[in-house]
């Protein structure tokens, strides 16, 4: 089986960083994905780490450390329209796609 | 143009009746999959097919039975609906079983929201 955690709220205000923790367990690990997922809406990509290190994206950056079984997702200068959930999903085993899903973090970003 | 789109966006019914969700996606994709996102939250693997071949079938109850008829076309067909069934179902694509290049990225549909009283 596999354990992703993650916080369940988060809240920040507006130009300030905030890191987004996610631990996991799992067997077969195949890479990492970090997704935003406005409510009603569907979850869209924001990145993805297989090797260790930081993967920069414009204001967002993830990190992923196999060997400890830890990543984070960086959100820099935040803005009111990052008020979302953001879910860390694990892929496992050979076949792509097989993504197993944390219960997402509820950032809320204040004026 | 919506890349991944699904169908109904909404769907009320009773406990026992028969209903399906239709998918289709005109990004090229040759893989697809149905997810099931509960009251709390979790987004869960259902299936998947990879140019229209199951390959990912994550412990489903028969009465969930996919149907691909062609590469971008994935319908969910679900009989004998319980109280457990309500959820939102997503349909999402991605470019295929190729390794490491951005293949694995999922695009996700809208969701359908399935009630069942």
């Known amino acids: 089986g596999q354990n992703i955690d993650q916080p369940t709220e988060m809240t920040a205000t507006e130009g300030a960083i905030v890191q987004i923790n996610c631990t996991y367990q799992t067997s077969g690990f195949n890479g990492l994905f970090w997704y935003q997922q406005h409510a009603g809406e569907a979850p869209t990509f924001l990145s993805y780490n297989v090797l260790d290190g930081l993967e920069e994206k414009g204001r967002f950056s993830s990190f992923l450390s196999r060997s400890k079984g830890y990543s984070y997702l960086l959100l820099n200068e935040l803005q009111m329209k990052d008020s979302a959930s953001y879910l860390c999903?694990?892929?496992?085993?050979?076949?792509?796609?097989?993504?197993?899903f944390g219960r997402g973090t509820q950032l809320t970003v204040w004026p | 143009d919506t890349a991944v789109s699904q169908t109904p966006k909404y769907l009320v019914t009773q406990m026992g009746n028969d209903k399906s969700i239709k998918c289709e996606q005109n990004l090229g994709h040759d893989t697809m999959y149905w997810y099931k996102q509960d009251s709390k939250k979790f987004l869960k693997i259902m299936f998947s097919y990879n140019n229209k071949e199951l390959i990912i079938n994550e412990t489903v109850p028969n009465r969930f039975s996919p149907k691909s008829p062609d590469k971008a076309h994935l319908n969910l067909h679900i009989n004998s609906l319980e109280l457990g069934d309500s959820a939102v179902y997503f349909c999402?694509?991605?470019?295929?079983?190729?390794?490491?290049?951005?293949?694995?990225?999922?695009?996700f549909g809208a969701g359908s929201r399935l009630t069942v009283l």
């Open positions: 999903a694990v892929q496992r085993g050979s076949t792509l796609g097989r993504l197993y």
């Open positions: 999402a694509s991605s470019l295929g079983q190729g390794a490491f290049s951005g293949a694995n990225v999922l695009t």
